[in-house]
């Protein structure tokens, strides 16, 4: 497939054009920038064929056949929206849209039209994560009773723009990383946040919007998802933790772009390091993404799982301005 690049972005080029470009038989042969001279720049710096400016003449462009959505997020549902309808399959990223019944609205318009549609959720995807979900699914902590995750991490300078000051952009540590950890917990428990509390604050860094929440989210099993998610925190190291009635899995650097970390899995006293594969988060991805447009089954995070992560953070948002505990609203008829 040929691909186009809505956004001359950051995660495009540090993540994305690799992974696609891993695929056999991928390229990427357009992006699309707001700015003629930044997009023809990021073109020639990516070896990219074709740099547009304009949304429709990307689109229009016969040979493209799935695009990749990297733009800042107020962006993210006319984009999908109008790919959509141009008949390209779409990989988006995260949070994909600035409400629920807009992301709602794009994966309902990708299923009509018979087009591929996945969130850009790639922490599911790491061989961490998916061998503590091995380990649980086994049984080896026994029932689960906690979840615990530490996200709260310093954002490097070169990526203190809109992110930090700028919510009509879909600034702010809610959208940016708490719709990460919504997804993980999701895919680790296999179950949906019904309800949230949360306190945010704007330490440091943000400006006009939050660069720092904790949360607690009851699960409808009962179990109960701790969460820390800051931008201004620089010594924590991130991490994600399952205690059970058997034993805990304790696993520390795993919330992050790169397939680090490690797993110690706690029962009876004694700690067993638990090893797991490091392939590349972003490439399993875009590899089931391409599968999927095969025909041959759905992407890790499916376009429903991109609206249930964006639901748990708009929880999150409310409940931390109303200082109440607020039910998810998926936006289920
Ligand atoms: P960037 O800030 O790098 O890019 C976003 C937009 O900003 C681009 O589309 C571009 O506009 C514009 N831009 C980029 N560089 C410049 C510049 N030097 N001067 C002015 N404008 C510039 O964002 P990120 O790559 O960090 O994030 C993009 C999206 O990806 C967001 O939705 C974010 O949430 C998501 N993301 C997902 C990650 C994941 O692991 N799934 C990780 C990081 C981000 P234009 O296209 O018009 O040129």
Redesign the pocket.
């Known amino acids: 497939m040929n691909w186009g690049l809505i ?6 080029s540090q993540h994305m054009i690799g992974a696609i470009r891993a695929q056999a038989g991928n390229e990427v042969t357009a992006v ?4 003629d001279v ?2 023809k720049d990021y073109a020639d710096r990516h070896g990219i064929a074709q740099a547009f400016t304009d949304l429709d003449a990307i689109l229009s462009a016969p040979a493209i056949d799935a695009v990749y959505i ?4 107020e962006k ?1 549902h006319p984009q999908a929206m109008a790919a959509i309808a141009a008949g390209k399959h779409v990989m988006c ?3 994909l849209a600035m409400s629920v019944s807009d992301a709602r609205e794009m994966v309902s318009a990708a299923d009509e039209a018979g087009l591929v549609f996945a969130t ?3 922490l599911r995807n790491a061989g961490a994560h998916l061998k503590i979900r091995e380990l649980t699914d086994q049984g080896r902590v026994g029932e689960i009773q906690a979840v615990r995750v530490g996200h709260a991490v310093h954002l490097p300078p070169h ?1 203190q ?2 992110r930090i000051d700028n919510p009509a952009a879909g600034g702010g540590v809610i959208p ?1 990383i708490v719709v990460h950890d919504a997804d993980t917990v999701r895919f680790q428990l296999q179950e949906d946040p019904e309800s949230v509390v949360a306190i945010e604050r704007s330490e440091s860094l943000g400006q006009g919007v939050e660069d720092s929440v904790m949360s607690v989210w009851e699960m409808p099993s009962g179990v109960l998802v701790e969460t820390h998610e800051s931008f201004t925190i620089r010594h924590a190291g991130t991490s994600f933790e399952v205690h059970g009635t058997e034993g805990s899995i304790i696993a520390t650097g795993v919330m992050t ?1 790169q397939p680090v970390g490690r797993i110690i899995l706690r029962r009876d006293g004694e700690d067993e390091g638990i090893p797991f594969s490091d392939h590349n988060l972003y490439v399993r991805s875009m590899g089931l993404f391409m599968d999927a447009v095969a025909g041959n089954g759905a992407p890790s995070a499916t376009g429903t799982d991109g609206v249930k992560s964006l639901a748990v953070a708009m929880a999150v948002k409310e409940a931390a301005t109303t200082g109440r505990r607020v039910a998810v609203d998926y936006g289920e008829s």
């Open positions: 956004g001359a972005s950051t995660i495009a699309l920038s707001s700015d930044r997009g990297s733009t800042t997020n993210h990223e995260k949070p850009n959720h790639h990526l723009g809109w940016d772009q």
